[in-house]
């Protein structure tokens, strides 16, 4: 059963969210978080924190700062606030648990994993992002790529085919740009949210076994 876990330490940006445990240890620990809408409650990081973690994988799903100032409505804030928490959070992961450690997000999430490692590679052993909103829903001029030249840690991509923030092509085209290892992982018939009663079983086993591949040699 996951646990509640809130670290509060004097001049620290908070960490909220739940630890979910690996008793089988696999030497790995990932850092989770959500999209702009949703929290660390999400269906999708429920179920993955819960997956992962039968793999041996420690998870830390938390909120965003935003998300902990105000329990609904898109982020509010800075990003650099938004990161700030994240750093925060893979700091206490990795002193809780030692090992690798990685971070992972959804949507905004991941924009925001990424952005933080673009800046500093030392943060984490690799990213996994999930849906990474490549650009708004029918305007793909306006991508969200400025930082990716930056990244230099593994990064492994899971993308629906019906997602409006970019078709799995968009994507593979702008993993150019990342001197990085990089490997995108396409979710046939998913949309944003990437999870869905039909796909939950397959996704799940898919994205858990691609981590475990990809990051073995991260």
Do not use: W
Not at 36 to 46: E, K, T, W, Y
């Amino acid at each position: 059963m996951p646990e509640p876990f809130v670290d509060e330490s004097a001049g620290e940006p908070s960490v909220g969210g739940f630890l979910h445990p690996s008793k089988a240890q696999s030497g790995k620990a990932l850092v989770l978080t959500h999209g702009a809408g949703a929290n660390c409650n999400s269906p999708l990081l429920v179920a993955l924190a819960e997956s992962f973690c039968a793999a041996g994988v420690t998870v830390l799903r938390c909120d965003l700062p935003f998300r902990q100032a105000r329990p609904h409505g898109p982020p509010l804030g800075t990003a650099e606030k938004d990161q700030a928490g994240l750093r925060r959070a893979t700091e206490v992961l990795r002193k809780r648990i030692g090992g690798r450690v990685f971070l992972g997000g959804h949507s905004y999430g991941g924009r925001m994993a990424s952005m933080l490692v673009a800046q500093d590679a030392s943060v984490v052993e690799g990213l996994l992002l999930l849906s990474y909103p490549l650009h708004p829903p029918r305007k793909p001029l306006q991508l969200r790529t400025a930082h990716f030249p930056n990244l230099h840690r593994p990064a492994l991509f899971a993308h629906g085919t019906r997602d409006p923030f970019g078709s799995p092509e968009e994507v593979q085209s702008a993993l150019a740009l990342i001197p990085g290892r990089t490997k995108l992982v396409t979710v046939e018939g998913a949309g944003h949210e990437l999870l869905t009663k039909s796909n939950r079983e397959r996704f799940l086993e898919i994205v858990v076994e691609e981590f475990g591949r990809f990051f073995s040699v991260a």
